[in-house]
T-cell receptor, first 113, second 115 residues
Framework: AQSVTQLGSHVSVSEGALVLLRCNYS??????LFWYVQYPNQGLQLLLK??????LVKGINGFEAEFKKSETSFHLTKPSAHMSDAAEYFC???????????FGDGTTLTVKP | GAGVSQSPSNKVTEKGKDVELRCDPI?????LYWYRQSLGQGLEFLIY????????KSGLPSDRFSAERTGGSVSTLTIQRTQQEDSAVYLC?????????????FGEGSRLTVL
């Protein structure tokens, strides 16, 4: 069965600092991986996705994530945090030809001025 | 509409009452999902519809929960005899069945409060 672990339910960074949100997955074969973002009082929207093409994936708003099979990780990074990045971030995994996506518990990112 | 539409956006009910939550997916999307998001928790999968296939109901927490999808489009999630632990945000998502991605498009959710 597939599962997702997000390390750190809360991450706080200063504006301009590096953002690193961690995600590890558990599955028998490389899955499809996603990061979604949920801004306050809004629905979730896709930030980026890995679908077995390039291992370094670039998304919206300057975010990127790298798929590392050896570490079963798909960590999300952004070189320089902006106040508008404050939100909750969810990592999700879906097996090829499977229906449902399994989500992590989410990481709340706070950006301090 | 352009996105996934959910109604009502907020619902307050008394313990023991039945509630219905509606989801109108993006036109052309063949897959529809319901998730539940409780305070401080991640997204809990409830049920998944894909075309004319039998739905995957493996996430429904009890037999008080049911869902249907009429005409391959609009879906209704019904919770019977609501309990306080049912209080949560119920999220609907849809996707085009694409073997390569299957990214989900979410509605803004229906916030259910059971008093």
């Amino acid at each position: 069965a597939q599962s997702v672990t997000q390390l750190g339910s809360h991450v706080s960074v200063s504006e301009g600092a590096l953002v690193l949100l961690r995600c590890n997955y558990s599955s028998s074969v490389p899955p499809y991986l996603f990061w979604y973002v949920q801004y306050p009082n809004q629905g979730l929207q896709l930030l980026l996705k890995y679908t077995s093409a390039a291992t370094l994936v670039k998304g919206i708003n300057g975010f990127e994530a790298e798929f590392k099979k050896s570490e079963t990780s798909f960590h999300l990074t952004k070189p320089s945090a902006h106040m508008s990045d404050a939100a909750e971030y969810f990592c999700a995994v879906r097996m090829a030809n499977a229906g449902k996506s399994t989500f992590g518990d989410g990481t709340t990112l706070t950006v301090k001025p | 509409g352009a996105g996934v539409s959910q109604s009502p956006s907020n619902k307050v009910t008394e313990k023991g009452k039945d509630v219905e939550l509606r989801c109108d997916p993006i036109s052309g999307h063949t897959a529809l999902y319901w998730y539940r998001q409780s305070l401080g928790q991640g997204l809990e999968f409830l049920i998944y519809f894909q075309g004319n296939s039998a739905p995957d109901k493996s996430g429904l927490p009890s037999d008080r929960f049911s869902a249907e999808r009429t005409g391959g489009s609009v879906s209704t999630l019904t919770i019977q005899r609501t309990q306080q632990e049912d209080s949560a945000v119920y999220l609907c998502a849809s996707s085009y069945w694409d073997r390569n991605t299957g990214e989900l498009f979410f509605g803004e959710g229906s916030r259910l409060t059971v008093l």
